[in-house]
């Protein structure tokens, strides 16, 4: 999976509090899972889209839907630019491990 491009929202401050992460592909549950070994996962399959939340850290989680292919980092503390920047790496080359790891991803049309 690719991360096709970032967008960080700011507050009224002027401070990142959170990213959203657009994708090469739709998010699949085998993706979900993928992200789940990040931290506590919390999956609502009942949802009319299924929803998940992943707690990286009292301070920090990521929130999407399954077959959107975008979510969303939330950090509700970010100190900051430099260690968005660090966060934002580190855990997109886990998402691009994703693709490496499981060859079965719905291309977007």
């Known amino acids: 999976m690719k991360i096709l491009q970032t967008k960080n929202i700011y507050n009224c401050r002027q401070v990142t509090t959170m990213i959203d992460v657009l994708l090469d592909s739709e ?3 085998g993706f979900i899972d993928h992200l789940g070994g990040l931290g506590n996962i919390t999956y609502k399959p009942e949802f009319p889209k ?3 939340k992943i707690h990286l850290s009292d301070e920090h989680m990521i929130v999407g839907c399954q077959g959107n292919a975008y979510f969303r980092i939330v950090m509700n503390n970010s100190k900051s630019e430099k260690m968005i920047e660090n966060i934002k ?3 997109f080359d886990f ?3 994703f693709e490496h790891q ?4 719905k291309p977007i049309n």
Do not use: A, G
């Open 50 to 52: 299924p929803y998940f």
């Open 102 to 105: 499981y060859n079965f991803l």
């Open 27 to 29: 998010i699949t549950k």
């Open 95 to 97: 998402v691009e491990e």
């Open 89 to 91: 790496n580190n855990f």
